[in-house]
């Protein structure tokens, strides 16, 4: 994740991302070489990822860093190209897969293309909030997540935080309706693409350098984003309307090239699996800023609109078969993985159901390991 403060910086964003080519050259060259895992020939690790500086990201790609280099005594040296420096998404995961680079940091839709089940999570409406969700991330979806990585010579090490979407747009979106035949721009993810299609809305896909400039001519009129993306970037500016709908939450991941890990001496793999800040402290800090932020926007010019009960109801409705949609076009296991969630869902809601009574305490985890 990239988030820049001024026009100048999301130029250089734009810069950054189509210079994605050249730049990953040089990561290329800091892949591992056959050095021993010794202060004088360490380990180089490449670390790709986007994160603006200041961010929690940034201080948690800082975080990897210093512990990576601390523990191992010097025998990892950690290179972060972390501000973009490789590309887009797609660019970096392809360097990742290549082993160009080792580690990287992603958001759902920016790692669903490698694992398509991905996408299922990010069903609108499905998680009633944060708590439910990290419950069933960590409890039941996390040792599944991690085959499907597997098969695809990746290490999902962890999940981390991206934050709720909510729709934006130049003038208020209060209804499904105020989406319908606009240009709404989407990810490169089946889910943004089916959700976009229920709200009736024309789809462009797009990277985000390309956002900014395209709601200044008028090429799209909003979309979907997450609280400090909308805040930090200049989309508040260009679409000054934010509707809280809350109607998915992006959880980022932290991955690595299996084969490389899997290389390692044992202890340098425990390390860089530990290196980063426990998903606990990590989703902390971004749920912070975004709290943070919100609260800001208000002074700046920025309408928030919240959902009535039933303006929520009505979001719900129109994109309540969007989760059939998604399991017959993502395939695969996409439909155990939606039971999965079904049954945690339900696991958390019985357990809070039971606290309430005293039954239980409400952190209690029965039924499931500690994981």
Same mark, same amino acid.
């Given at each position: 994740m990239f988030f820049s403060r001024s026009a100048p910086a999301l130029l250089i964003m734009l810069w950054l991302c189509r210079a994605g080519t050249a730049l990953g050259a040089e990561a290329a060259g800091t892949a591992v070489d056959g050095a021993g895992p010794t202060p004088d020939t360490p380990v180089k690790v490449t670390v790709g990822a986007f994160a603006a500086p200041g961010s929690p990201w940034d201080k948690q790609w800082k975080h990897f860093k210093q512990q990576a280099e601390g523990r191992s005594g010097g025998a990892l040296a950690v290179k972060l190209l972390t501000k973009g420096e490789a590309g887009g998404e797609a660019t970096t995961m392809t360097y990742i897969r290549r082993n160009r680079m080792q580690f990287g940091g992603f958001t759902l839709a920016g790692v669903a293309s490698? =694992?398509? @089940?991905?996408?299922? $999570?990010?069903t609108p409406f499905f998680f009633a909030d944060r708590q439910e969700l990290d419950f069933v991330m960590d409890e039941y979806l996390l040792d599944t997540f991690q085959d499907l990585f597997a098969e695809k010579n990746l290490v999902l090490a962890y999940w981390v935080e991206v934050g709720w979407l909510h729709m934006y747009g130049k003038s208020p979106v209060l209804q499904p309706a105020d989406m319908t035949g606009r240009r709404m &721009?989407?990810? +490169?993810? &089946? +889910?943004?693409? =089916? $959700? *976009?299609?229920?709200?009736? +809305?024309? !789809?462009?896909? !797009? @990277?985000? *350098?390309? #956002?900014?400039?395209?709601?200044?001519?008028?090429?799209?009129?909003?979309? @979907?984003?997450? +609280?400090?993306?909308?805040?930090?970037?200049?989309? *508040?500016?260009?679409?000054?309307? !934010?509707?809280?709908?809350?109607?998915t939450y992006d959880t980022g991941v932290i991955v690595g090239n299996k084969t490389w890990l899997d290389g390692l001496p044992s202890d340098l793999r425990d390390i860089l699996l530990t290196a980063f800040p426990p998903s606990d402290q990590a989703r902390a800090q971004v749920r912070a800023m975004a709290k943070a932020l919100l609260a800001k926007l208000a002074g700046q010019g920025i309408t928030l609109h919240e959902l009535s009960d039933e303006e /929520?109801? =009505?979001?719900? /409705?129109?994109?309540?078969?969007?989760? /059939?949609? #998604?399991?017959?076009?993502? %395939? %695969? &296991? *996409?439909?155990?993985?939606y039971d999965r969630m079904v049954e945690g869902r339900a696991h958390w809601r019985h357990m809070q159901a039971a606290a309430a009574t005293g039954a239980i305490p409400a952190t209690a985890r029965t039924g499931t390991e500690g994981r």
């Open positions: 490698v =694992v398509p @089940e991905l996408d299922i $999570l990010l &721009r989407v990810q +490169a993810s &089946r +889910a943004a693409q =089916v $959700l *976009a299609g229920s709200l009736g +809305a024309e !789809m462009l896909q !797009m @990277e985000f *350098a390309d #956002l900014i400039p395209s709601l200044q001519t008028g090429l799209v009129f909003g979309g @979907e984003t997450n +609280a400090v993306l909308y805040s930090l970037t200049g989309l *508040a500016n260009e679409a000054p309307h !934010m509707t809280l709908t809350r109607h /929520r109801a =009505v979001w719900q /409705r129109v994109t309540s078969n969007n989760y /059939r949609t #998604l399991i017959d076009q993502i %395939g %695969g &296991r *996409a439909q155990d993985i």
